[in-house]
C-alpha cells in the first residue's frame, strides 16, 4: 500500500476508533497535530489508538510512553507503520 | 432531624417530552412496547462534542439534564454533585464484557471501561464545569437516589453546602432487558403503558430515564417546591410495618396521612407486587389522591427521581395531568408523598410540599 | 454539643490476612500477599501478579454455612466475612439495640460471576440465579440480612475511593442524629472484568508494584473487604465500652481534571486533604503518618506527592503505601486502609511501604520503608483516590 493510501485509510480509521462524530477525513491535515491544539485528542485516544495498531495492523506497542513518539500526526503514525509491519 | 431543602432548579429526560421547561407534560405519550426509551434532546446544545463523543446513553441523559437543572436554578458551580444509578453505565459494561469474551480478552477498548465507572455521570459533569467539590455516586437498587437525595439534604442541614445537583438515571439495553425480563422481573411481552393498572402479568414495565434537581437552602424565584423530608425502609415484615414506618415518618414532620393531598406510588403493571401500594393506599391514605408515574417512564431502579420531577411540577403548575390519576385529590395539592418500592424489599418514600 | 464518632470495630480480608489478627501479623513481619494468581480464570493470569485471597468461591461458602447450590458473588462472601469480623471485634450481641446502619461500597459488585456466566445469561437459563446478584447492592443487602440490619442500608460507588466515601457518610449519618451506630466499608473481588480494563489502560505493574519509587511502572491489582464499626460516644458511654479511635476529620474533593487521570497540581487530593485538616481541627503539624493511596501508577504517585507537598510544606509527616502488601483492592482499598491505619494508632507503629529504593525526582519525597515502633502514632491522615477525579481523605486520632 502506498503511504498516502496508507494516510487516507488511517483517518477513516481513527474517526471511527476515537468516535470523532462531524469529522470528515479532509477535516484531518496529515501533519496537524493529533493532540493538544489540533485535533484535541486526550490520553484516552492515544490508548485507543494503541489497540487500533494492534487491531488493524498487528502491531504492539507495549509502553504507552511510546505513542507520544508515533501519535505525532497522521504521518508520522504512517511512518511508524511502515516501518514495524511485519 | 434534616432541613427541608427547595428545589430551584429541574432537568429531565424520559420516554415522555420533558426536557422543556415551559410546558409540563401536555402531550403524553402511550407506549404499546416492550421497554420505553428516553426522547433524547439535541444533546450538543448541552454538551460539549469532544466529550460527547465517548458518552454512551446514561452519560449523555445524566450530564444534559444536570446541566438543564443546572442552568434552570441559575447556578454555575454547585456545592456538591450526588448521583443515584442502580445499575450504572449498562451499555459501556456490556460492551466491554462482550468484546472481552469474543475477543479472548484482547483488543478492548479503554474507553468503555472507563466509561462502565458508577460514578462517571457526576464525574463527567464535575469535569465539564470544573467543579472541585464534593461528589458521591450512590448505586443502590430503588435507594439510589434516596441515598443522594437524603445526603443533598443533610449537607444542606450541615451547612456544607447551599446547592445541590442531585439526580437519578438509569438506562436501558436490549440485552439488560432481556437477562432481567427472563427472571420475571421486567415484562416478556409488550403492553399498553397506559394500561399498567390492569396488567395480569408478572414483571414491571421497564423504562429508562435521568431527572436532576438543583436542590436548595433557601427560596429564589425559581423555586418549585420544597423537599420535607426522604426515609427508605429494608424488607418490612407486612404490610402493617410499611404503614407503620410511613406514619411514624410522617408524625416526625408533625403530620399525619390526612395531610397528604396527594401519593404518587410506584406502581408498575406487576400484578404480584403493585398490590402493596393498593393495601397502604386502603389503610392510611383513604382521604388522599393517588396517582402514578410509571405508565409514564417505566420502571428502573431512580425512577423515583422522575416522580420527584414530576411532583414538583404539580406542585407549581398546580395542575396534574389525568393519565396519572387514580383516585383524585379532594384538596387543592399542596403537600405529595412519593412512595417506591422494589419487590416489598427496598422501600423509599419522598415528602415535598409547596412553597 | 455535637455527636462524636468513634471506631469501636474493625475487620478485614486480604491476601495478607483472614482477619484482623493475621493481617496484623503480616504488615508487623513485612510479608506481602502478592503473587502468582490461583484462583482467577484469565488469559493474563499469568502475565501479572495479584494481591488474591488463596480460597475458593466454595471454600468461602463453607467457612459461612452457606449451602454450595446458593448464589453468592465472591463479593458478597469476602464482605459477609469481614463484616461480620468488625461486629463481633466492637462486642455487639444486639444489632437492633440502637439504630443501626450498613454502608457498603464496590466498584463492580458481583461481577466477579456475571462475567463468568454473561454468556450463558443471553443464551440459555442455567445460571439464571446469578442474574439479580450483579448489581452493586447485592452484596450489601446479603451483609445486612446476615447481620439483621434493618434500620438502613446503602452502597456507594465512587471507583477507587468507593469505601472510604461509606465511612465518611456513615459518621455524618451519626452526628446528625440519623443513626446511632453504622458498619461502613467495601468490598472487590478480583475478576477478569477489572484487570483487562487496568490492562488496556496500561498501568498494571507485571513485578510487585512499587508505590512512590522513581521506577514504579504500575499497580497489582487485589481483593479483599474492610468494615469499621462507627458509633456515638453516647453509645459507648452508656455501653461502657472502649473505642479504638476517633474519627476526627474526613472531606471528599473533585479534581475535575480528567476522567482517568490526576491533576498534575494534585487539586483534588490537595483539597480533600486541607478540608478533611480544618473538619478535625488538628494542625498539620499533629499528623503522625499518613496512610498515602500509592497506587504505583507513575500519574497517581506524582500527583500525590505533589498534592503532599502542597498541603505539608517541607515537612511531609512519615508517610507509606502500605499496596505492596495487598495490591489494589478497589472499592475495599478505602477501608482496608483505614484499618490499616486505626492499627498504627493502636500499636504505635507505621507499617512499611514495600519495595521502595529509588526517590522520585521531581519531588524528592521518601516514604517510610522500615516498621517504626518507637513513637507514638496520634493522629493519621489517609487518602483514597479513584477516576472521576474522586479524592478523599480521612484522619483519625487516638483518644
Known amino acids: 500500500m502506498e503511504k498516502q493510501e496508507l494516510i487516507e485509510q488511517l483517518k477513516l480509521q481513527i474517526i471511527e476508533q476515537l468516535n470523532l462524530e462531524d469529522i470528515e477525513p479532509s477535516d484531518i491535515g496529515n501533519d496537524e497535530p493529533l493532540f493538544g491544539d489540533g485535533l484535541g485528542l486526550d490520553s484516552i485516544d492515544a490508548l485507543e489508538l494503541i489497540v487500533l495498531l494492534e487491531k488493524e495492523y498487528g502491531i504492539k506497542v507495549e509502553d504507552p510512553k511510546e505513542g507520544k513518539k508515533i501519535f505525532v500526526s497522521v504521518t508520522t503514525l504512517a511512518d511508524f507503520i511502515i516501518a514495524n509491519k511485519k | 432531624m434534616i432541613n427541608s431543602v427547595y428545589i430551584n432548579g429541574l432537568g429531565a429526560i424520559s420516554p415522555q417530552e420533558t426536557f422543556s421547561a415551559d410546558s409540563f407534560l401536555k402531550n403524553i405519550i402511550d407506549y404499546n412496547q416492550k421497554y420505553l426509551e428516553i426522547i433524547p434532546p439535541v444533546y450538543k446544545e448541552y454538551i460539549d462534542p469532544k466529550a460527547l463523543r465517548r458518552m454512551s446513553k446514561i452519560v449523555r441523559m445524566g450530564v444534559a439534564s444536570g446541566f438543564m437543572a443546572l442552568k434552570q436554578a441559575n447556578i454555575e458551580i454547585p456545592d456538591a454533585i450526588n448521583t443515584g444509578t442502580g445499575l450504572g453505565c449498562q451499555a459501556d459494561t456490556e460492551k466491554f464484557l462482550q468484546t472481552m469474551i469474543d475477543n479472548d480478552e484482547t483488543l478492548l ?93 408478572i414483571g414491571a414495565l421497564c423504562g429508562e ?94 425512577s423515583s427521581a422522575f416522580a420527584t420531577w414530576m411532583a414538583a411540577n404539580i406542585l407549581k403548575f398546580k395542575e396534574i395531568p389525568s393519565e396519572i390519576i387514580i383516585k383524585k385529590p379532594l384538596n387543592k395539592v399542596k403537600r405529595v408523598l412519593i412512595y417506591n418500592q422494589f419487590h416489598n424489599v427496598n422501600h423509599s418514600i419522598i415528602l415535598m410540599s409547596e412553597c | 454539643m455535637q455527636r462524636r464518632v468513634l471506631i469501636t470495630g474493625l475487620g478485614t480480608i486480604s491476601s495478607i490476612g483472614m482477619n484482623i489478627e493475621e493481617t496484623l501479623d503480616s504488615l508487623l513481619n513485612k510479608r506481602s500477599g502478592i503473587k502468582k494468581s490461583k484462583n482467577l480464570q484469565s488469559v493474563h493470569k499469568d502475565d501479572f501478579v495479584f494481591g488474591e485471597i488463596p480460597l475458593t468461591l466454595s471454600e468461602l461458602k463453607d467457612m459461612l454455612n452457606i449451602p454450595q447450590h446458593e448464589a453468592y458473588s465472591r463479593t458478597s462472601l469476602l464482605a459477609m466475612l469481614a463484616a461480620k469480623e468488625a461486629v463481633d471485634n466492637a462486642g455487639i450481641s444486639d444489632i437492633n439495640k440502637y439504630r443501626t446502619g450498613f454502608l457498603s461500597a464496590s466498584t463492580v459488585g458481583g461481577m466477579d460471576r456475571s ?96 508505590p512512590f519509587d522513581e521506577t514504579r511502572s504500575g499497580l497489582n491489582l487485589g481483593e479483599g473487604a474492610g468494615y469499621v464499626v462507627l458509633e456515638a460516644d453516647d453509645i459507648i458511654e452508656k455501653e461502657g465500652k472502649t473505642a479504638i479511635c476517633e474519627l476526627k476529620g474526613y472531606a471528599n474533593a473533585n479534581d475535575a481534571f480528567h476522567q482517568t487521570a490526576s491533576s498534575p ?26 496512610n498515602v493511596h500509592g497506587t504505583g501508577t507513575g500519574n497517581n504517585d506524582l500527583s500525590e506527592g505533589i498534592a503532599m507537598k502542597r498541603v505539608f510544606g517541607e515537612n511531609i509527616p512519615p508517610f507509606s503505601s502500605t499496596k505492596g502488601y495487598t495490591g489494589h483492592t478497589l472499592g475495599a482499598a478505602g477501608s482496608i486502609e483505614t484499618i490499616f491505619g486505626a492499627l498504627a494508632i493502636k500499636h504505635n507503629t507505621i507499617f512499611p511501604n514495600l519495595n521502595f529504593v529509588n526517590t522520585i525526582e521531581e519531588i524528592g519525597i521518601r516514604p517510610e520503608t522500615d516498621i517504626i515502633t518507637n513513637r507514638e502514632i496520634k493522629n493519621v491522615l489517609s487518602n483514597s483516590f479513584g477516576f472521576g477525579g474522586n479524592n478523599s481523605t480521612l484522619i483519625i486520632s487516638k483518644i
Open chain 2, 109 to 201: 477498548n479503554p474507553s468503555s471501561f472507563i466509561q462502565s465507572t458508577h460514578n462517571t455521570i457526576g464525574g463527567q459533569i464535575a469535569l465539564a464545569i470544573g467543579c472541585n467539590n464534593y461528589n458521591m455516586a450512590y448505586v443502590h437498587r430503588t435507594f439510589s437516589f434516596e441515598t443522594a437525595l437524603l445526603d443533598s439534604m443533610m449537607m444542606i442541614t450541615e451547612g456544607t453546602a447551599k446547592n445541590v445537583l442531585v439526580g437519578g438515571v438509569d438506562e436501558i439495553t436490549e440485552e439488560s432487558y432481556y437477562i432481567r425480563a427472563k427472571i420475571g422481573h421486567l415484562k416478556n411481552e409488550a403492553e399498553q403503558s397506559s394500561n399498567i393498572l390492569n396488567s395480569k402479568t
Open chain 2, 209 to 302: 430515564g435521568a431527572a436532576f434537581a438543583v436542590v436548595s437552602d433557601s427560596k429564589t424565584e425559581t423555586s418549585y417546591c420544597k423537599i420535607d423530608g426522604v426515609s427508605m425502609f429494608y424488607k418490612p415484615v407486612d404490610t402493617l410495618e410499611i404503614a407503620a414506618k410511613i406514619t411514624s415518618f410522617l408524625q416526625e414532620h408533625n403530620l399525619t396521612p390526612q395531610d397528604i393531598d396527594f401519593v404518587i406510588s410506584g406502581f408498575n403493571g406487576d400484578i404480584e407486587y403493585d398490590g402493596i401500594y393498593r393495601m397502604i393506599n386502603e389503610k392510611i391514605f383513604e382521604h388522599s389522591g393517588l396517582g402514578m408515574y410509571k405508565n409514564l417512564c417505566g420502571e428502573y431502579d431512580t
Open chain 3, 115 to 210: 462475567e463468568l456466566y454473561y454468556s450463558d445469561f443471553l443464551t440459555n437459563d442455567t445460571q439464571n440465579k446469578y442474574i439479580d446478584s450483579h448489581h452493586c447492592g447485592d452484596h450489601t443487602e446479603k451483609v445486612a440480612d446476615l447481620l439483621g440490619i434493618k434500620d438502613f442500608t446503602s452502597t456507594i460507588s465512587t471507583a477507587c475511593s468507593s469505601s472510604i466515601n461509606t465511612i465518611m457518610f456513615g459518621a455524618r449519618l451519626i452526628k446528625l442524629g440519623i443513626l446511632d451506630r453504622v458498619i461502613a466499608g467495601g468490598v472487590d473481588s478480583l475478576s477478569k472484568f477489572t484487570l483487562n480494563g487496568f490492562n488496556t489502560l496500561m498501568i498494571l505493574d507485571r513485578e510487585h508494584c512499587r
Open chain 3, 265 to 290: 497540581t494534585g487539586e483534588g487530593a490537595f483539597l480533600a486533604m486541607t478540608k478533611a485538616l480544618k473538619l478535625s481541627g488538628l494542625n498539620k503539624d499533629d499528623i503522625s503518618y499518613i
